[in-house]
Structure formats: structure tokens, C-alpha cells
């Protein structure tokens, strides 16, 4: 399993910043948590998701402490961390 972080901040920049972080690399599942707030940037937020990976599942962290966590909910049972 591969994984990568991108911070962006919640402002205007945010979504071409998550764009740019998307279309760098095939993802198979994307985690967002501060993107959710303020809740304004969530719709945008999941409309880019499936826009720029489809197939993608989408998880929710509550910081970036618990990303891996996340990300093991929306991932196939058959997966594990190290894969």
C-alpha cells in the first residue's frame, strides 16, 4: 500500500490544490477531514473526487493521526497496511 498526504488550506486555493494532488497518482481511496469543514468546500470537495478519480472510495478522518484508519475502512478486506 502507498500512501500520500496533501495539506491544503481552507480557502480558495483548496480545491486546485487537491486537483493538482489527484491527478499526480492513481489513488484507491481518498481520506478528507478538514475539507468537510467549512461545509461550503464538502460538496465541491466530493464532486472533484469523482470527477478526477471515480472509482476511488472516500473516507473521513477526524485528524491526521487516524488517516490510516480511514483509509482501511473504504479499502477491500483483503488489504492491509504493507501490501
Given at each position: 500500500m502507498d500512501a500520500a498526504m496533501t495539506l491544503a488550506p481552507l480557502d480558495a486555493t483548496a480545491l486546485d490544490l487537491v486537483?493538482?494532488?489527484?491527478?499526480?497518482r492513481d489513488r484507491d481511496v481518498v481520506v478528507g477531514g478538514g475539507l468537510r469543514k467549512p461545509e461550503q468546500l464538502i460538496?465541491?470537495?466530493?464532486?472533484t473526487l469523482r470527477r478526477e478519480?471515480?472509482?476511488a472510495g472516500i473516507a473521513f478522518n477526524?485528524?491526521?493521526?487516524?488517516?490510516?484508519?480511514?483509509?482501511?475502512?473504504?479499502?477491500?478486506?483483503?488489504?492491509?497496511?504493507?501490501?
Open positions: 486537483t493538482t494532488a489527484l491527478r499526480e460538496e465541491a470537495f466530493e464532486q478519480v471515480p472509482g477526524t485528524s491526521g493521526g487516524d488517516s490510516v484508519e480511514a483509509a482501511l475502512r473504504r479499502l477491500p478486506a483483503n488489504s492491509s497496511p504493507g501490501a
